[in-house]
């Protein structure tokens, strides 16, 4: 994966989605289409190697998320 600001990973694991997309946008230029992909692939890749680290489960985290 691109490289992304460290940011990111916090952001995620602290339901900070807002954050975390507009971080990779500003990062890597994408569109915000690009940057939904960019945080789905990381979002999964911190689930299988740190699932400790999120607060909420899997259904909590995107409830109320509409994309």
Request: charged fraction near 35%.
């Amino acid at each position: 994966m691109e490289h992304l600001p460290e940011s990111v990973d916090r952001d995620i694991l602290d339901h900070r989605i807002v954050h975390v997309l507009k971080a990779i946008m500003d990062a890597s230029g994408c569109t915000l289409h690009e940057s939904l992909d960019v945080f789905a692939v990381r979002y999964e890749e911190l689930r299988r190697d740190r699932p400790d680290a999120f607060r909420l489960s899997r259904e909590e985290y995107g409830r109320n998320v509409h994309t």
